[in-house]
């Protein structure tokens, strides 16, 4: 069962008003645009546990996966950024005004779908995603707050990706098991178990803007230090370094005059005295390891479960 032809093709296959013109074009080009289709994917595995008929998800699936698409076009707006998988970003292609109304058309529609999806516990489902979408918003907001900061804290920023990336995971994940009419403990550890998935995911993402290959990873290395965001990473180093180190990290991220691979050089330099690759690798194989602990504390069957892991460990890059 290839789940990901079948969400490609149900993606492709919505047929979008014609009228008014200029609104739903970006929203067919921004679904169209590629990506793992990590969350319609961990909706449908985890609704497969209990049912075989995994079909009858896929509605919910299309709208979770609009609904994070929706938050990626917003934030290429806030971010002003260009190109998101090769192709210019609709406020690009486009305008603000048409990112702006777009975007928000897709979180209606995205809604639309998981009403079309019926199942006996719809109306759980629908508080769990509504009150997913609200979270990641409050997310979104400590991540613009971090911007001014420079006192942000690990256990911050752990709460932060928490909201912005790892609730949607957990949202899918336990979405699949309500539709399925699964138990609640069963639901409640297959969200867990996605929560902790999506903060080892994160911190991953963080690694790989340093330390991965710009040919695998997907974008070119080292754009986290060149904007100065606010990553495991960087936090930790500047909680590890010495005066001189901090000084001299802070003079790196404010410099606007020095080429970017030099900088993206000396402030890897640093990370590597300060033991933040061997830091980070660490913290994501304990997020790793605890949500392995929250699926196996789920109860259930572990044949069932085994694909659900499997393609967990085909996103981290292990094997074991």
Known sequence: ?????????????????????????????????????????????????????????????????????????????????????????????????????????????????FLSCTCRRQADVLDLFARSAQEICEGQQMDVNFEERDDVTEEEYIEMIRLKTSVLLACAAKAGALIADAPDKAADALYAFAEKLGLAFQLQDDYLDV?????????????DILCGKKTFLLINAMKRADE????????????????????????????NALGIPELTRTAIGRYHEAAHAELLRSGLDEARIRPLWQYAQSLLGRKS
Request: net charge negative; with cysteine.
């Open 211 to 223: 330390y991965g290959d710009p040919a695998v990873f997907g974008k070119k290395i080292g754009g």
């Open 244 to 271: 001189t180190q901090y000084r001299e990290i802070t003079a790196l991220l404010a410099d606007r005059e020095m080429p970017d691979a030099e900088k993206i050089r000396r402030v890897t330099d640093l990370y």
């Open 1 to 113: 069962m290839n789940l990901s032809e079948h969400i490609e093709t149900a993606l492709k296959g919505i047929v979008y008003p014609a009228c008014p013109e200029g609104l739903y074009e970006p929203i067919a080009y921004v679904l169209d645009g590629g990506g793992k289709r990590l969350r319609p994917t961990l909706l449908l595995m985890a609704y497969s546990i209990f049912r075989d008929d995994w079909q009858h998800a896929l509605p919910a699936a299309i709208g979770i996966e609009t609904y994070h698409n929706h938050t990626l076009l917003h934030d290429d707006l806030m971010d002003r950024a260009e190109m998101r998988h090769g192709r210019p970003t609709v406020h690009k292609k486009w305008n603000d005004n048409t990112a702006v109304l777009s975007g928000d058309t897709m979180l209606i529609l995205a809604f639309r779908h």
